[in-house]
């Protein structure tokens, strides 16, 4: 009877420790590549640089602000984009493709752990990496731009759990999409169609209080504003502990509708796969 109440314990502890290991692996690996990484984080600059300038020019021409956001909030907005945008980079749907056509997806179904912890631990180690040298990127911006930033520690402690969320979530769904290959193995139009909502939906393009009113009532029953614009406006925007909780807790609730997604498809897909490639 004991040894029945311990197995769930056991399996989570097992689960720690895998997670904890494959992590450190990953960021070992990561930091290996430091110069090509560092060079990568770089050419992301292009994107946020763009549309800070835009949207601070605009402020200007309209007496100092636009949708509620000052030029300084607007450099605030832009570099932490950077950081957010850095924590959304999770394993894509066409590596299934690739997976599949490699026939390194095979292997995979024969893995003592489920397939997804081998990504979710692997992105989570490469982030410890990639923060780490998005440092000095933030330092550099925000010599230039000069954002106006005043935070409490609920905002960066609830700024702090969001970003591993928004990560979680955006993990989650892409990897439902990369099931998709399963079936047709091709997932890249599916993928693209999900950026764009994505770009339009999450407060990547702009921010969503600068959306019309009926574009921010759909952007708050997807899962997309979760993942970016609610980490940048928890530190951004002036919001009440209760309104930063929620928000925590609708990011709780799209990594159980993603969970619950990626456990009914997977078992669908599994059945369906046929294994290609070398």
């Known amino acids: 009877m004991t040894a029945v109440r311990e197995r769930p314990a056991a399996r989570i502890r097992a689960l720690a420790d ?12 990561q930091f290996s590549y430091r110069a090509s990484n560092y060079l990568f984080l ?4 292009a994107e946020p ?20 956001y000052t030029a300084g909030s607007l450099a605030a907005y832009y570099i932490l984009w950077t ?28 893995l003592p752990v489920h397939p997804i912890h081998y990504d979710l631990a692997g992105f989570a180690g490469a982030k410890v990496v990639w923060i780490a040298l998005w440092l000095p990127i933030a ?24 970003i591993w969320g928004a990560f979680t979530i955006r993990s989650l769904f892409l990897w439902v999409l990369g099931l998709v290959t399963f079936w047709t193995t091709r997932a890249g139009a599916l993928f693209e169609l999900y950026l764009v909502f994505e ?20 952007a708050d ?7 970016f614009g609610f980490p940048i406006d928890s530190l951004v925007s002036p919001r009440s502990t209760a309104q930063l909780l929620g928000g925590l807790g609708m990011q709780a609730l799209w990594i159980a509708v993603g969970a619950g997604l990626v456990a009914v498809v997977w078992k669908r897909a599994v059945r369906r796969y046929s294994g290609v490639g070398a």
Request: proline share 5%; aromatic share 12%.
């Open 18 to 29: 895998f997670y904890v290991q494959a992590a450190k692996l990953s960021a070992v690996q």
């Open 42 to 45: 770089v050419g992301m600059l």
């Open 49 to 68: 640089v763009i549309y800070l300038v835009v949207w601070r020019t605009i402020a200007e021409a309209k007496g100092g602000s636009v949708g509620g």
């Open 83 to 110: 950081l957010v945008r850095n924590m959304n980079l999770v394993y894509a749907p066409t590596g299934f493709e690739w997976r599949i056509a490699s026939g390194r997806m095979s292997g995979r179904l024969l």
């Open 139 to 162: 330092a550099l911006l925000t010599w230039l731009f000069q954002p106006a930033l005043d935070v409490g520690p609920v905002q960066v402690a609830v700024f702090l759990v969001a």
């Open 199 to 218: 770009l339009l939906l999450s407060g990547r393009l702009v921010p969503l209080t600068l959306l019309p009113g009926w574009a921010q009532e759909i």
């Open 221 to 227: 029953h997807l899962p997309f504003k979760w993942t």
